[in-house]
């Protein structure tokens, strides 16, 4: 999936890939100044960056992630991740339970 705001989605485990019953997996690409908006889904989740560097927000905090880190996100907690790099950030994430989340309908949509 390519998203308006400058990153490309791939489900490698779950709905659309490899079926997975319990949770989904995925791995992204955000360019530069790009970005995962702020939402908030009952999903619990996990962002782990792979490469590049950016600010993620969970909640109240703020703070700057970078290769190799991961950063857990508790359900229902309003959650984003931008792009602040000159070079591409690829990160994986995991949620559960599986499913797709309603942000990425409405975050298409709203292009």
Known sequence: MVFPTSRTTRIMLGPGGVEAENFVVG???IKPGGSVPLHAHANEEAYTIMEGTGRMVVGDESRTVEAVCTVHIPPNLPHSLENT????????????PAGLVDHWAEEMAAD
């Open 85 to 96: 790099g000159d070079e591409d950030m690829t990160m994986m994430f995991v949620y559960s």
């Open 27 to 29: 791995y992204v690409v």
